[in-house]
Protein backbone atom coordinates (compact mmCIF):
# COMPACT_ATOMS: atom_id res chain seq x y z
CA UNK A 1 0.00 0.00 0.00
CA UNK A 2 1.56 3.12 -1.16
CA UNK A 3 2.62 5.47 1.73
CA UNK A 4 0.44 8.70 2.60
CA UNK A 5 1.61 11.79 0.88
CA UNK A 6 0.91 14.61 3.72
CA UNK A 7 0.99 18.33 2.98
CA UNK A 8 1.52 21.05 5.40
CA UNK A 9 -0.36 23.96 3.65
CA UNK A 10 1.22 27.21 5.06
CA UNK A 11 -0.74 29.65 3.20
CA UNK A 12 -4.20 28.23 4.34
CA UNK A 13 -3.66 26.59 7.50
CA UNK A 14 -4.30 22.84 6.63
CA UNK A 15 -3.06 19.65 6.29
CA UNK A 16 -3.27 17.39 3.07
CA UNK A 17 -3.04 13.41 2.74
CA UNK A 18 -2.86 13.97 -1.29
CA UNK A 19 -5.79 15.82 -2.77
CA UNK A 20 -7.98 15.06 0.97
CA UNK A 21 -7.67 17.88 3.89
CA UNK A 22 -7.46 15.62 7.39
CA UNK A 23 -9.30 17.51 10.07
CA UNK A 24 -7.11 18.80 13.05
CA UNK A 25 -7.66 21.59 15.17
CA UNK A 26 -6.43 24.75 15.22
CA UNK A 27 -3.62 24.20 18.00
CA UNK A 28 -2.68 20.73 16.54
CA UNK A 29 -2.21 22.37 13.34
CA UNK A 30 0.15 25.06 15.28
CA UNK A 31 1.92 22.13 16.67
CA UNK A 32 2.73 20.23 13.77
CA UNK A 33 3.64 23.54 12.01
CA UNK A 34 6.59 23.82 15.10
CA UNK A 35 7.68 19.76 14.82
CA UNK A 36 7.97 20.14 10.85
CA UNK A 37 9.38 23.38 11.01
CA UNK A 38 12.49 21.81 13.44
CA UNK A 39 12.62 18.02 11.98
CA UNK A 40 14.89 15.48 14.12
CA UNK A 41 15.36 17.97 16.58
CA UNK A 42 14.20 16.95 20.47
CA UNK A 43 11.65 19.37 21.38
CA UNK A 44 11.03 19.83 25.30
CA UNK A 45 8.37 20.57 26.57
CA UNK A 46 8.96 24.05 27.90
CA UNK A 47 9.75 24.83 24.37
CA UNK A 48 6.79 23.16 22.97
CA UNK A 49 4.48 24.86 26.15
CA UNK A 50 6.29 28.42 24.98
CA UNK A 51 6.07 27.96 21.21
CA UNK A 52 2.43 27.09 20.62
CA UNK A 53 1.09 28.03 24.38
CA UNK A 54 2.68 31.56 24.40
CA UNK A 55 1.79 33.68 27.68
CA UNK A 56 -1.30 31.08 28.25
CA UNK A 57 -0.83 28.47 31.71
CA UNK A 58 -1.63 24.95 30.25
CA UNK A 59 -0.71 21.93 32.00
CA UNK A 60 1.93 19.24 30.04
CA UNK A 61 -0.30 16.79 30.15
CA UNK A 62 -2.29 19.30 27.18
CA UNK A 63 0.77 18.71 24.75
CA UNK A 64 -0.12 14.40 24.75
CA UNK A 65 -3.26 15.10 24.14
CA UNK A 66 -2.26 17.32 21.33
CA UNK A 67 0.22 14.67 19.89
CA UNK A 68 -2.19 12.19 20.21
CA UNK A 69 -4.93 13.78 17.91
CA UNK A 70 -1.61 14.25 15.61
CA UNK A 71 -1.00 10.41 15.26
CA UNK A 72 -4.62 9.83 15.04
CA UNK A 73 -4.43 12.60 11.81
CA UNK A 74 -1.26 10.84 10.60
CA UNK A 75 -2.21 7.20 11.14
CA UNK A 76 1.18 7.00 13.15
CA UNK A 77 1.49 4.24 15.94
CA UNK A 78 3.38 4.92 18.81
CA UNK A 79 5.36 2.13 19.31
CA UNK A 80 6.63 2.36 15.70
CA UNK A 81 6.57 6.09 14.78
CA UNK A 82 6.53 7.58 10.85
CA UNK A 83 6.36 10.82 11.98
CA UNK A 84 6.12 11.66 15.84
CA UNK A 85 8.32 9.81 18.27
CA UNK A 86 8.34 10.32 21.62
CA UNK A 87 11.41 10.72 24.08
CA UNK A 88 10.44 10.04 27.25
CA UNK A 89 10.69 12.14 30.15
CA UNK A 90 11.59 14.59 28.04
CA UNK A 91 9.33 16.00 25.03
CA UNK A 92 9.16 14.77 21.05
CA UNK A 93 11.37 14.92 18.14
CA UNK A 94 9.56 14.78 14.37
CA UNK A 95 10.95 12.31 12.05
CA UNK A 96 9.97 13.83 8.52
CA UNK A 97 7.45 12.70 6.33
CA UNK A 98 5.85 16.13 5.62
CA UNK A 99 6.22 18.33 3.18
CA UNK A 100 5.81 22.62 4.27
CA UNK A 101 4.09 24.29 1.11
CA UNK A 102 2.32 27.47 0.61
CA UNK A 103 4.14 29.57 2.76
CA UNK A 104 2.33 32.73 3.14
CA UNK A 105 2.70 35.02 -0.17
CA UNK A 106 4.78 32.78 -1.90
CA UNK A 107 6.06 29.08 -2.25
CA UNK A 108 9.29 30.04 -0.44
CA UNK A 109 8.02 32.48 1.75
CA UNK A 110 7.37 36.28 0.93
CA UNK A 111 9.31 37.90 -2.03
CA UNK A 112 12.29 40.03 -0.86
CA UNK A 113 11.05 43.81 -0.69
CA UNK A 114 12.38 45.88 -3.20
CA UNK A 115 14.67 47.22 -0.72
CA UNK A 116 17.12 46.07 2.22
CA UNK A 117 15.43 44.47 4.46
CA UNK A 118 16.45 43.56 8.03
CA UNK A 119 14.82 41.67 10.88
CA UNK A 120 16.08 42.12 14.76
CA UNK A 121 15.84 38.82 16.74
CA UNK A 122 15.63 39.05 20.64
CA UNK A 123 17.98 39.99 22.26
CA UNK A 124 19.30 37.41 24.85
CA UNK A 125 19.44 37.76 28.51
CA UNK A 126 22.73 36.62 29.82
CA UNK A 127 22.43 37.98 33.06
CA UNK A 128 22.29 35.87 36.07
CA UNK A 129 18.65 37.42 37.01
CA UNK A 130 15.96 35.94 34.65
CA UNK A 131 13.94 38.62 36.24
CA UNK A 132 15.83 41.32 33.65
CA UNK A 133 14.14 40.03 30.23
CA UNK A 134 12.38 42.47 30.16
CA UNK A 135 15.41 45.08 29.91
CA UNK A 136 16.99 42.89 27.06
CA UNK A 137 13.61 42.97 25.45
CA UNK A 138 13.98 46.74 26.20
CA UNK A 139 16.97 46.84 23.93
CA UNK A 140 15.81 45.06 21.26
CA UNK A 141 12.83 47.38 20.80
CA UNK A 142 14.42 50.24 20.71
CA UNK A 143 17.27 49.00 17.99
CA UNK A 144 13.75 47.77 15.89
CA UNK A 145 12.37 51.28 16.50
CA UNK A 146 15.35 53.14 15.28
CA UNK A 147 15.99 51.31 12.22
CA UNK A 148 12.06 51.56 11.52
CA UNK A 149 13.13 55.63 11.27
CA UNK A 150 15.41 54.38 8.29
CA UNK A 151 13.12 55.46 5.39
CA UNK A 152 15.00 53.56 3.02
CA UNK A 153 14.70 49.92 5.19
CA UNK A 154 12.22 47.96 5.43
CA UNK A 155 12.10 46.58 8.81
CA UNK A 156 10.09 43.58 10.29
CA UNK A 157 7.79 44.52 13.59
CA UNK A 158 8.63 43.81 16.56
CA UNK A 159 5.70 41.18 17.27
CA UNK A 160 6.85 39.24 14.51
CA UNK A 161 10.14 39.07 15.20
CA UNK A 162 9.56 37.73 19.05
CA UNK A 163 7.98 35.01 17.88
CA UNK A 164 11.82 34.05 17.76
CA UNK A 165 12.66 34.43 21.28
CA UNK A 166 14.05 31.56 22.65
CA UNK A 167 13.29 29.72 19.84
CA UNK A 168 16.15 28.04 17.85
CA UNK A 169 16.04 28.64 14.33
CA UNK A 170 18.86 29.01 11.64
CA UNK A 171 18.75 32.85 9.78
CA UNK A 172 18.19 30.90 6.54
CA UNK A 173 15.11 29.84 7.99
CA UNK A 174 14.46 33.19 9.11
CA UNK A 175 14.97 35.09 6.28
CA UNK A 176 12.63 32.65 3.99
CA UNK A 177 9.95 33.11 6.59
CA UNK A 178 9.89 36.50 7.22
CA UNK A 179 11.58 37.37 3.40
CA UNK A 180 14.59 39.56 4.74
CA UNK A 181 18.16 39.74 3.31
CA UNK A 182 19.70 40.55 7.09
CA UNK A 183 18.84 39.36 10.71
CA UNK A 184 20.41 41.26 13.77
CA UNK A 185 21.05 39.18 16.72
CA UNK A 186 22.94 39.88 19.87
CA UNK A 187 23.16 39.47 23.86
CA UNK A 188 23.10 41.67 26.85
CA UNK A 189 24.67 40.93 30.34
CA UNK A 190 23.45 43.60 32.75
CA UNK A 191 25.67 43.48 35.99
CA UNK A 192 25.01 46.42 38.52
CA UNK A 193 25.87 49.67 36.85
CA UNK A 194 27.46 48.54 33.83
CA UNK A 195 26.22 46.80 30.83
CA UNK A 196 27.72 45.00 27.86
CA UNK A 197 25.67 44.53 24.81
CA UNK A 198 27.08 42.14 21.97
CA UNK A 199 25.30 42.05 18.33
CA UNK A 200 25.85 40.73 15.17
CA UNK A 201 24.44 41.90 11.84
CA UNK A 202 24.29 38.63 9.68
CA UNK A 203 23.19 37.66 5.84
CA UNK A 204 20.14 35.37 5.30
CA UNK A 205 21.34 33.72 2.31
CA UNK A 206 24.22 32.85 3.38
CA UNK A 207 24.98 32.99 6.90
CA UNK A 208 27.64 34.98 6.71
CA UNK A 209 28.64 37.78 9.04
CA UNK A 210 28.81 41.31 8.06
CA UNK A 211 29.75 42.45 11.32
CA UNK A 212 29.38 42.32 15.09
CA UNK A 213 30.72 44.44 17.86
CA UNK A 214 31.11 44.20 21.65
CA UNK A 215 29.62 47.07 23.70
CA UNK A 216 30.72 48.15 27.42
CA UNK A 217 28.79 50.99 29.14
CA UNK A 218 27.94 52.41 32.11
CA UNK A 219 23.77 52.12 32.27
CA UNK A 220 23.44 56.01 32.17
CA UNK A 221 25.04 55.84 28.76
CA UNK A 222 21.98 53.49 27.09
CA UNK A 223 20.30 55.82 25.04
CA UNK A 224 23.87 56.92 23.24
CA UNK A 225 24.68 53.02 22.95
CA UNK A 226 21.49 52.38 21.32
CA UNK A 227 22.23 54.99 18.58
CA UNK A 228 25.60 53.99 18.04
CA UNK A 229 24.53 50.20 17.26
CA UNK A 230 21.65 51.53 14.87
CA UNK A 231 24.03 53.83 13.18
CA UNK A 232 26.96 51.17 12.77
CA UNK A 233 24.11 48.22 11.67
CA UNK A 234 22.91 51.11 8.88
CA UNK A 235 26.37 52.27 7.90
CA UNK A 236 27.00 48.37 7.51
CA UNK A 237 25.05 47.64 4.93
CA UNK A 238 25.44 51.05 3.07
CA UNK A 239 26.34 49.98 -0.23
CA UNK A 240 22.98 48.34 -0.51
CA UNK A 241 21.10 51.76 1.05
CA UNK A 242 21.98 53.93 -1.38
CA UNK A 243 21.10 57.75 -0.12
CA UNK A 244 20.06 56.79 2.96
CA UNK A 245 17.85 59.29 4.97
CA UNK A 246 20.15 60.08 7.60
CA UNK A 247 17.66 62.57 9.24
CA UNK A 248 16.18 60.68 11.93
CA UNK A 249 13.62 61.69 14.18
CA UNK A 250 14.45 62.94 17.30
CA UNK A 251 13.86 60.99 20.30
CA UNK A 252 13.00 62.34 23.37
CA UNK A 253 14.62 60.23 26.26
CA UNK A 254 14.30 60.14 29.64
CA UNK A 255 16.75 61.58 32.06
CA UNK A 256 16.10 59.15 34.48
CA UNK A 257 17.24 55.46 33.57
CA UNK A 258 14.04 54.61 35.83
CA UNK A 259 11.81 55.93 33.93
CA UNK A 260 12.92 53.85 30.96
CA UNK A 261 13.09 50.71 33.41
CA UNK A 262 9.15 51.10 34.14
CA UNK A 263 8.69 52.14 30.58
CA UNK A 264 10.00 49.23 29.32
CA UNK A 265 8.48 47.02 32.21
CA UNK A 266 5.08 48.42 31.60
CA UNK A 267 5.47 47.50 27.74
CA UNK A 268 5.83 44.39 28.58
CA UNK A 269 2.72 43.54 30.53
CA UNK A 270 0.57 46.14 27.83
CA UNK A 271 2.43 42.95 25.29
CA UNK A 272 0.58 40.39 27.70
CA UNK A 273 -3.25 41.55 25.78
CA UNK A 274 -5.02 40.69 29.23
CA UNK A 275 -7.23 42.73 31.36
CA UNK A 276 -4.53 42.37 34.31
CA UNK A 277 -2.01 43.29 31.80
CA UNK A 278 -3.30 46.28 30.45
CA UNK A 279 -4.49 47.52 34.05
CA UNK A 280 -0.27 46.34 35.38
CA UNK A 281 1.23 48.67 32.40
CA UNK A 282 -0.78 51.67 32.72
CA UNK A 283 0.46 51.64 36.52
CA UNK A 284 3.81 50.92 35.57
CA UNK A 285 3.78 54.28 32.57
CA UNK A 286 2.16 56.72 34.93
CA UNK A 287 4.92 55.80 37.24
CA UNK A 288 7.81 56.50 34.25
CA UNK A 289 5.95 59.46 33.69
CA UNK A 290 6.27 60.40 37.89
CA UNK A 291 9.91 60.25 37.21
CA UNK A 292 10.23 62.36 34.32
CA UNK A 293 7.01 64.07 33.22
CA UNK A 294 8.47 64.91 29.59
CA UNK A 295 8.88 60.78 28.72
CA UNK A 296 6.71 61.01 25.32
CA UNK A 297 6.69 57.20 24.68
CA UNK A 298 5.11 56.86 28.12
CA UNK A 299 2.07 59.26 27.31
CA UNK A 300 1.76 57.50 23.92
CA UNK A 301 1.95 53.68 25.43
CA UNK A 302 -0.54 55.03 28.01
CA UNK A 303 -2.85 56.60 25.47
CA UNK A 304 -2.37 52.70 23.46
CA UNK A 305 -3.52 50.91 27.00
CA UNK A 306 -6.43 53.13 27.64
CA UNK A 307 -7.81 53.24 23.97
CA UNK A 308 -7.62 49.80 23.53
CA UNK A 309 -9.55 49.27 27.41
CA UNK A 310 -12.21 50.62 25.51
CA UNK A 311 -12.26 49.11 22.65
CA UNK A 312 -11.83 45.42 24.56
CA UNK A 313 -14.76 46.37 26.43
CA UNK A 314 -12.47 46.60 29.51
CA UNK A 315 -13.90 49.84 30.57
CA UNK A 316 -17.01 51.09 29.63
CA UNK A 317 -17.55 53.11 26.56
CA UNK A 318 -17.71 56.67 27.55
CA UNK A 319 -17.49 60.17 26.68
CA UNK A 320 -15.33 60.86 30.01
CA UNK A 321 -12.67 57.83 28.60
CA UNK A 322 -12.48 58.58 25.17
CA UNK A 323 -11.59 62.56 26.33
CA UNK A 324 -8.79 61.08 28.97
CA UNK A 325 -7.40 58.39 25.89
CA UNK A 326 -7.41 61.80 23.79
CA UNK A 327 -5.88 63.74 26.09
CA UNK A 328 -3.10 61.09 26.87
CA UNK A 329 -2.31 60.77 22.93
CA UNK A 330 -2.32 64.41 22.61
CA UNK A 331 0.11 65.20 25.52
CA UNK A 332 2.57 62.74 23.51
CA UNK A 333 2.83 64.37 20.60
CA UNK A 334 2.95 67.62 22.05
CA UNK A 335 5.86 66.20 23.71
CA UNK A 336 7.55 64.45 20.43
CA UNK A 337 5.32 64.99 17.14
CA UNK A 338 7.87 62.76 14.95
CA UNK A 339 6.30 59.62 17.04
CA UNK A 340 4.73 57.45 15.13
CA UNK A 341 2.61 55.19 17.44
CA UNK A 342 1.28 57.93 19.46
CA UNK A 343 -0.34 59.43 16.07
CA UNK A 344 -2.00 56.04 15.52
CA UNK A 345 -3.35 55.95 18.56
CA UNK A 346 -5.16 59.16 18.52
CA UNK A 347 -6.23 58.45 14.81
CA UNK A 348 -7.82 55.12 16.47
CA UNK A 349 -9.36 57.15 19.30
CA UNK A 350 -10.39 60.39 16.35
CA UNK A 351 -12.27 57.11 15.18
CA UNK A 352 -14.23 56.04 18.44
CA UNK A 353 -15.40 60.29 18.42
CA UNK A 354 -16.64 59.52 14.79
CA UNK A 355 -13.74 62.54 13.46
CA UNK A 356 -13.23 60.18 10.53
CA UNK A 357 -11.48 63.40 8.53
CA UNK A 358 -8.70 63.61 11.24
CA UNK A 359 -8.76 59.66 11.97
CA UNK A 360 -7.21 59.07 8.28
CA UNK A 361 -4.79 62.56 8.65
CA UNK A 362 -3.15 60.77 12.46
CA UNK A 363 -2.85 57.54 10.43
CA UNK A 364 -1.63 58.55 7.10
CA UNK A 365 0.90 61.17 9.36
CA UNK A 366 1.93 58.04 11.21
CA UNK A 367 2.57 56.13 8.35
CA UNK A 368 5.18 59.04 6.82
CA UNK A 369 6.82 59.09 10.31
CA UNK A 370 7.22 55.15 10.04
CA UNK A 371 7.00 53.18 6.96
CA UNK A 372 7.93 50.16 8.80
CA UNK A 373 4.68 50.38 11.73
CA UNK A 374 2.60 47.75 11.20
CA UNK A 375 -0.50 49.16 13.47
CA UNK A 376 0.01 52.02 11.38
CA UNK A 377 -1.39 50.22 8.12
CA UNK A 378 -3.74 48.19 10.02
CA UNK A 379 -4.87 51.73 11.84
CA UNK A 380 -5.15 53.41 8.20
CA UNK A 381 -7.03 49.83 6.92
CA UNK A 382 -8.98 49.96 9.47
CA UNK A 383 -10.61 53.93 9.56
CA UNK A 384 -10.37 53.96 5.56
CA UNK A 385 -12.75 50.91 6.24
CA UNK A 386 -14.95 52.39 8.72
CA UNK A 387 -14.94 55.85 6.53
CA UNK A 388 -16.21 54.15 3.65
CA UNK A 389 -13.26 53.65 1.73
CA UNK A 390 -13.16 49.80 1.91
CA UNK A 391 -11.40 49.17 -1.34
CA UNK A 392 -8.17 51.45 -0.52
CA UNK A 393 -8.13 49.36 3.25
CA UNK A 394 -7.23 46.34 1.89
CA UNK A 395 -4.34 47.59 0.07
CA UNK A 396 -3.56 48.56 3.93
CA UNK A 397 -4.29 45.33 5.59
CA UNK A 398 -2.15 43.13 2.91
CA UNK A 399 1.15 45.75 4.15
CA UNK A 400 0.31 45.19 7.53
CA UNK A 401 0.65 41.70 6.87
CA UNK A 402 3.80 41.80 5.15
CA UNK A 403 5.44 43.77 7.71
CA UNK A 404 4.43 41.59 10.76
CA UNK A 405 2.82 38.08 9.43
CA UNK A 406 3.83 36.48 12.87
CA UNK A 407 1.83 39.36 14.88
CA UNK A 408 0.02 37.93 17.66
CA UNK A 409 -3.00 40.55 16.34
CA UNK A 410 -2.92 38.97 12.81
CA UNK A 411 -5.92 37.17 13.13
CA UNK A 412 -7.55 40.97 13.38
CA UNK A 413 -5.64 41.74 10.55
CA UNK A 414 -7.12 38.91 7.97
CA UNK A 415 -10.42 39.61 9.52
CA UNK A 416 -10.68 43.37 9.13
CA UNK A 417 -9.42 42.62 5.39
CA UNK A 418 -12.40 40.12 5.13
CA UNK A 419 -14.84 42.83 6.73
CA UNK A 420 -13.47 45.57 3.89
CA UNK A 421 -13.99 42.65 0.91
CA UNK A 422 -17.50 41.99 2.33
CA UNK A 423 -18.56 45.49 1.91
CA UNK A 424 -17.38 45.73 -1.56
CA UNK A 425 -19.15 42.70 -2.34
CA UNK A 426 -16.10 40.46 -2.86
CA UNK A 427 -17.33 37.60 -0.89
CA UNK A 428 -14.66 34.91 -2.24
CA UNK A 429 -12.18 36.75 -1.54
CA UNK A 430 -13.39 37.39 1.61
CA UNK A 431 -14.43 34.37 2.89
CA UNK A 432 -10.65 33.37 2.39
CA UNK A 433 -9.58 36.20 4.51
CA UNK A 434 -11.63 35.15 7.16
CA UNK A 435 -10.97 31.17 7.43
CA UNK A 436 -7.66 32.43 7.62
CA UNK A 437 -8.43 34.59 10.73
CA UNK A 438 -10.56 31.94 12.80
CA UNK A 439 -7.39 30.05 12.26
CA UNK A 440 -5.18 31.98 13.94
CA UNK A 441 -3.90 31.87 17.47
CA UNK A 442 -6.09 34.46 19.44
CA UNK A 443 -9.25 34.60 17.07
CA UNK A 444 -11.60 36.63 19.02
CA UNK A 445 -15.50 36.95 18.49
CA UNK A 446 -15.65 39.26 15.55
CA UNK A 447 -13.74 36.68 13.12
CA UNK A 448 -15.96 34.41 13.83
CA UNK A 449 -18.74 36.86 12.96
CA UNK A 450 -17.12 38.07 9.85
CA UNK A 451 -16.73 34.51 8.92
CA UNK A 452 -21.15 34.16 9.64
CA UNK A 453 -21.59 37.13 7.83
CA UNK A 454 -19.65 36.27 4.44
CA UNK A 455 -20.56 33.03 4.19
CA UNK A 456 -24.51 33.97 4.84
CA UNK A 457 -23.84 35.78 1.78
CA UNK A 458 -21.95 32.82 -0.46
CA UNK A 459 -25.34 31.00 1.04
CA UNK A 460 -23.38 28.24 2.41
CA UNK A 461 -25.98 28.17 5.35
CA UNK A 462 -24.16 24.92 6.99
CA UNK A 463 -21.08 26.48 7.16
CA UNK A 464 -21.99 29.75 8.52
CA UNK A 465 -24.07 28.19 11.07
CA UNK A 466 -21.29 26.47 12.28
CA UNK A 467 -19.58 29.75 12.25
CA UNK A 468 -22.62 31.01 13.98
CA UNK A 469 -22.19 28.40 16.64
CA UNK A 470 -19.19 29.24 17.57
CA UNK A 471 -19.49 32.97 17.62
CA UNK A 472 -22.51 32.45 19.90
CA UNK A 473 -20.80 30.07 22.46
CA UNK A 474 -17.96 32.98 22.84
CA UNK A 475 -20.62 35.98 22.95
CA UNK A 476 -24.12 33.95 24.11
CA UNK A 477 -25.91 37.63 23.24
CA UNK A 478 -24.09 38.44 20.30
CA UNK A 479 -26.84 39.60 18.19
CA UNK A 480 -27.65 42.25 15.30
CA UNK A 481 -28.59 45.03 17.60
CA UNK A 482 -25.25 44.30 18.93
CA UNK A 483 -23.27 44.96 16.21
CA UNK A 484 -25.11 47.91 15.36
CA UNK A 485 -24.29 49.19 18.52
CA UNK A 486 -20.86 48.72 18.96
CA UNK A 487 -19.76 49.32 15.36
CA UNK A 488 -21.79 53.19 15.89
CA UNK A 489 -18.45 55.10 14.07
CA UNK A 490 -19.28 53.07 10.83
CA UNK A 491 -19.65 56.41 8.37
CA UNK A 492 -21.67 54.61 5.30
CA UNK A 493 -24.44 52.96 6.86
CA UNK A 494 -25.49 50.76 3.74
CA UNK A 495 -21.98 49.12 4.39
CA UNK A 496 -22.71 48.22 7.72
CA UNK A 497 -26.50 47.03 6.83
CA UNK A 498 -24.07 44.70 4.34
CA UNK A 499 -22.66 43.03 6.99
CA UNK A 500 -25.38 43.13 9.24
CA UNK A 501 -27.49 41.15 6.05
CA UNK A 502 -25.43 38.90 5.83
CA UNK A 503 -24.98 37.76 9.39
CA UNK A 504 -29.04 37.89 9.60
CA UNK A 505 -28.73 35.26 6.42
CA UNK A 506 -26.33 32.57 8.63
CA UNK A 507 -29.23 32.76 11.46
CA UNK A 508 -27.94 35.34 13.71
CA UNK A 509 -30.38 36.84 16.19
CA UNK A 510 -32.22 40.36 16.00
Known amino acids: MEKAKYRLDLRDERLWNGEQPVAISNKAFQLLRLFVGNPNRLLTKDEILDAVWRDVYVSEGLIKEYVHDLRLAL ?12 VHGRGYRFLGGIEEV ?9 SLPDKPSIAVLPFTNISSDPDE ?5 GITEDIITELSRFRSLFVIARNSSFTYKGRAANVQDIGRDLGVRYVVEGSVRRDGKRIRVTAQL ?17 LEEIFSLQDEITRTIAAAIEPELGNVERERSRRKSPASLDAWDLYQRGLWSMYQETKRGNREALQQFEQSISLNSNFAP ?9 CFDIINGYRE ?37 CKHEDAIAELETAIQL ?8 HGHGFVLTMSGRPEEAVTQFERAIRLSPYDPRVSSFHEMQAWALLVVGRYEEAAHSARIAVRRPNADLWAYATLSAVLGHLDRLDEAGSARVELLRRMPDFSLGFVRRFVFYNRILA ?3 RYIDGLRKAGVPE
Open 370 to 377: NPNLADAY
Open 202 to 218: IETATGRHLWADRYDRE
Open 75 to 86: GDDPKRPEFIET
Open 317 to 353: LSTDAIDEAHQTAKKAIALDDKDAMAHVILGRINLLQ
Open 133 to 137: EYFSD
Open 102 to 110: NRPAGVNGP
Open 495 to 497: HLE
Open 298 to 306: AYAASAYVL
